[in-house]
């Protein structure tokens, strides 16, 4: 069975930084695409960080340059180093993962076809 298990979320003043982890366990990371998602409706998610199957990394504007994705596939884990928080990152994030194809930008959370999902992280950003 796969399973991605999501820590580090949490309560942060504006200007601060939060680090999430997801590991993966029934699940090699080092074919795979990965990516993190924050939902921004009832059950929606807009990805915000993707991490292609060569490396590779791509941000949306909203948090380019201040979220970093990657990864350590030793020890089959994904993080997420967010910085410069403001009240506007408040949300849940759910890290993703796919074998081999690209992962959509815009998906209802926890779904889509043959894609893995963390249980989720709250991050609150006060200010």
């Known amino acids: 069975e796969v399973q991605l298990g999501e820590s580090g979320g949490g309560s942060v003043q504006a200007g601060g930084s939060l680090r999430l982890s997801c590991t993966a366990s029934?699940?090699?990371?080092?074919?795979?695409?990965l990516a993190w998602y924050r939902q921004y409706s009832e059950n929606q998610c807009k990805m915000i960080a993707l991490?292609?199957?060569?490396?590779?990394?791509s941000y949306p504007d909203s948090v380019k340059g201040r979220f970093t994705a990657s990864q350590d596939n030793a020890k089959n884990t994904m993080y997420l180093q967010m910085t410069s928080l403001s009240p506007e990152d408040t949300a849940m994030y759910y890290c993703?993962?796919?074998?081999?194809?690209?992962?959509?930008?815009?998906?209802?959370?926890?779904?889509?076809?043959?894609?893995?999902w963390g249980q989720g992280s709250q991050v609150t950003v006060t200010s």
């Open positions: 991490i292609e199957s060569d490396g590779r990394t």
């Open positions: 993703a993962a796919k074998l081999g194809e690209l992962l959509p930008p815009f998906v209802y959370c926890g779904q889509g076809y043959l894609i893995h």
């Open positions: 029934g699940f090699t990371f080092g074919s795979s695409t």
